[in-house]
């Protein structure tokens, strides 16, 4: 009886090694595609939001282990018509470049280079290169994610221009280091700058896209933008 009870314990401990194994195989097989079909994202908690409007003025925020003061956003004020920058003076269509050598925004009607300013884009993860269009403007909305020691929670993020998925341009008031990377992956301006372009680029209109945006890895001194893995 002892020579059969062993060789069962044998048996069941094979049978129960397969199963774990199997279950394990099927688990991992399930995070990789998951992990495949995940899109890339700027603020990981939008991935899995609706990317609307959400003004907050009562709100709080946390930048790097830190409290912050967000400002507070006046839809009186954002509605009321006021001079768009280059409207009456230039025409053409029109076209915003970011360079990410030198952390820099150049916004271009036709030929015309109608404003310039230090941007600060992706230090924990990169922004995209390539060539986009805005898709969405939100007058201020939540952005989230990071982990850890670089985990953010920010309300009332003011003038967001969307280009790619949930990457944008918009204003910053959690930090002043402009020229510098400092984002997740979105474009982080002065937030008079951002309510300049906002006031400027246009959302998409029926069949119409949304202002060009090309974001370069380099602009060259004969304004040659350079795109090393562009995003197609």
């Known amino acids: 009886m002892a020579k059969k009870s062993s060789r069962y314990e044998k048996g069941a401990r094979y049978f129960l090694l397969l199963f774990v194994a199997t279950i394990s195989f099927v688990t991992t097989t399930a ?52 001079p768009v920058l ?10 915003i470049y970011i360079d990410l050598s030198t952390q820099t925004l150049y916004a271009y009607q036709g030929i015309t280079q109608i404003f310039k300013t230090f941007i600060s884009s992706g230090k924990w993860r990169k922004t995209p290169v390539g060539n986009f269009h805005i898709w969405e403007k939100l007058v201020a909305t939540r952005m989230a994610g990071g982990e850890g020691a670089d985990a953010y929670d920010l309300p009332n993020v003011p ?13 910053a008031y959690w930090h002043n280091n402009f020229g510098h990377p400092m984002s ?5 301006m002065r937030i008079v700058d951002a309510k300049t372009m906002y006031d400027w680029v246009d959302a998409p209109n029926g069949q119409t896209l949304g202002t060009a945006v090309s974001v370069c890895d380099e602009i060259t001194p004969s304004h040659q933008c350079i795109q090393n893995n562009p995003v197609q």
């Open 86 to 95: 280059g409207a009456s003076t230039v025409s053409g269509e029109k076209h």
């Open 184 to 188: 997740h992956g979105c474009v982080n």
């Open 31 to 82: 995070v990789i595609k998951a992990n495949q079909t995940q899109p890339t994202c700027a603020n990981s908690l939008s991935c899995t939001s609706d990317l609307s409007t959400k003004i907050e003025n009562n709100a709080k925020g946390v930048f790097l282990g830190r409290t912050v003061i967000p400002p507070s956003i006046d839809t009186k004020v954002e509605t009321a018509t006021l």
């Open 159 to 171: 003038y967001v221009m969307y280009f790619y998925r949930d990457f944008g341009l918009h204003g």
